[in-house]
């Protein structure tokens, strides 16, 4: 979807998914749902250069991906 808000949206529940899953102690699933996210926050970015909310979430789930190794 074009939608920035929707976009945004989703890649936040992917996040919250990979935590559900990663409390779970269930990587690999978190792994799927974070890379979604990171995905999603790529694109965002890439539209959005200078939004820091999109840098700083593309941060952190960069930083959730890398807890998971």
Partial sequence: PQNVEFKNGL????????NYYRSRHEN??????FENCR???LE???SSPRNKE???NLEEVEEDLKNLE
Wanted: positive net charge; aromatic residues 14%; without cysteine.
């Fill in 11 to 18: 890649a936040v529940s992917y996040w919250k998914i990979g």
């Fill in 28 to 33: 690999n699933q978190a792994r799927i749902h």
């Fill in 39 to 41: 995905a999603l926050l």
């Fill in 44 to 46: 965002l970015k890439k």
């Fill in 54 to 56: 999109f840098i700083a």
